[in-house]
């Protein structure tokens, strides 16, 4: 009987203790801090996955803090980057800031098509409102390349000279099995304005350069998710190493945007993301 009894309350300690860990968890621990922009009366907070901004597709969470470090909730933020060339400015797909799991997190993304270098920058106009007042900041930062130097976005351009956007989200940790591949596909409407691409198609064929070209079973071209706002499909990856991800963009009437099928006199589709693991 004691010894049952001993258990029980050892049992419940870890309970406690654990219960008490997840309420008191910093739901950002996870994430690293790119930025903290100033306002007037507040300071936002910027996070990501990635310890740095970088080209392509950013994940990107905001939290909100007050003068005396008080965590401020359910905070309106909107935003804008702003690519400052030596002849002109434009603008890059990024989403709307929206609601988390957290009364107190945001969250968004960004997909930059160009980095950052000595002569032209990045940044981003941010709007707080709070209790029905509206403060404004902008933020320089600095867009580096990709680590492993893969291409992960990508611009081109149709027949009509109408200009595009894809970028590659998932797999971010590619493994070697059938992954999920989700992409971001934006045409260009202004030099401050993208659209995504609704209901097109987009075709996958990888392959591996290195070894004799091969590509890999059980691969699904992608399709639109208007859920999700995302083409998503499936990509097989038989063994490690560097991958050419050889595509073909179609609107939503089936017409061929950009791409050339992969063939033994072709090895390589005109449009094509890589990524190596």
Not at 211 to 233: I, K, R, V
Request: net charge negative; with cysteine; charged share 20%.
């Amino acid at each position: 009987m004691k010894l049952k009894l001993y258990i029980s309350m050892i049992l419940a300690g870890v309970l406690f203790s654990c219960s008490k860990e997840e309420v008191t968890q910093d739901p950002m621990a996870d994430f690293n801090l790119l930025e903290e922009v100033s306002f007037t009366n507040y300071t936002l907070e910027v996070y990501s996955p990635k310890s740095r901004w970088e080209l392509g597709y950013n994940k990107i969470l905001f939290r909100v803090k007050d003068s005396s470090g008080k965590i401020i909730d359910n905070p309106s933020i909107s935003w804008t980057p702003m690519m400052h060339m030596m002849s002109k400015t434009h603008s890059c797909p990024v989403s709307e800031v929206k609601s988390s799991l957290y009364p107190s997190i945001k969250g968004g993304f960004v997909i930059f098509q160009m980095p950052s270098n000595e002569s032209e920058y990045w940044d981003i106009s941010f709007g707080l409102t709070i209790n029905g007042q509206t403060e404004q900041a902008t933020q320089e930062i600095f867009v580096n390349q990709t680590l492993d130097e893969m291409k992960n976005v990508t611009v081109f351009m149709d027949d009509s000279e109408n200009k595009y956007i894809l970028a590659l989200v998932e797999p971010a940790n590619p493994k070697i099995a059938l992954n999920a591949v989700e992409m971001k596909f934006y045409v260009m409407e202004s030099m401050t304005s993208f659209l995504v691409v609704n209901d097109g198609k987009i075709g996958l064929d990888p392959r591996m350069p290195s070894m004799d070209n091969h590509s890999s079973p059980n691969n699904e071209d992608l399709f639109y998710n208007s859920a999700t706002g995302s083409y998503e499909g499936k990509l097989s990856l038989t063994m490690s190493g560097y991958w050419k991800l050889n595509l073909m963009a179609y609107d939503a009437g089936g017409t061929l945007i950009k791409g050339s099928a992969v063939t033994d006199v072709n090895p390589s589709s005109n449009l094509y993301l890589e990524l190596e693991f």
